[in-house]
């Protein structure tokens, strides 16, 4: 069965305190990796897709990376603004399209 | 570009009653996927709508049905609600299902007392 795991479930860091966070998953038949961040009362906002191991992709002060097993998202120098619910989920090689998102990591940046 | 739009953004509903959600794709996304959010639960798949078809279906009762307009808008309803269906209901639309370009309304946040 396809599933996705993501830890930690609540990170706490400083303002410019680096960090990552981590995206396990199993799937048969990988077609893309997502992250998405979400704040309180909306909807997911996408960041990123990857769709083969040792793919990466940048935007601002976030990195993300792939391997055959897991996803890492790097938050380098973050700010309070990155504060939110950061989400992964995979898309399968099945005759369905639907995501499989973990449950999340709440990461609250602090000034 | 105008991004996914769902309405109504909140609801009010009471046990066994029925209700209806909205979701106007990003111009030119033929596919529209549904999917509900609990604190407990997370994302769960609902079902998929492509060309006014129905495509895919997740593990949700029968009460959970949907339809897509030629025009790619979808609704979703739910027929006699029960407490547990308090959720955010998302809607996210792609050209052709698949993950380019998926993208998530705000959500309709529904609460059944």
């Known amino acids: 069965e396809d599933q996705v795991t993501q830890s930690p479930e609540a990170l706490r860091l400083q303002e410019g305190e680096s960090s990552s966070l981590n995206c396990s998953y199993t799937?048969?038949?990988?077609?893309?990796l997502f992250w998405y961040r979400q704040d309180p009362g909306k909807g997911p906002e996408f960041l990123f897709t990857l769709y083969s191991a040792g793919e990466e992709k940048e935007k601002e002060r976030l990195k993300a990376t792939l391997t055959k097993k897991e996803s890492f998202l790097h938050i380098t120098a973050p700010k309070p603004e990155d504060s939110a619910t950061y989400l992964c989920?995979?898309?399968?090689?099945?005759?369905?399209?639907?995501?499989?998102f973990g449950t999340g990591t709440l990461l609250a940046v602090q000034p | 570009k105008a991004g996914v739009t769902q309405t109504p953004r909140y609801l009010i509903k009471t046990r066994g009653q029925q209700v209806t959600l909205s979701c106007s794709p990003i111009s030119g996304h033929r596919s529209v996927s549904w999917y509900q959010q609990t604190p407990g639960q997370g994302l769960q798949f609902l079902f998929e709508y492509f060309s006014e078809t129905q495509r895919n279906k997740g593990n949700f009762p029968g009460r959970f049905s949907g339809r897509q307009f030629s025009n790619s808008r979808s609704e979703m309803n739910v027929s006699t609600l029960e407490l547990g269906d308090s959720a955010l209901y998302l809607c996210?639309?792609?050209?052709?299902?698949?993950?380019?370009?998926?993208?998530f309304g705000s959500g309709t946040r529904l609460t059944v007392v």
């Open positions: 799937v048969s038949g990988l077609r893309g």
């Open positions: 996210a639309s792609s050209l052709d299902g698949t993950g380019y370009g998926y993208t």
């Open positions: 989920a995979v898309q399968g090689g099945g005759a369905t399209n639907k995501l499989i």
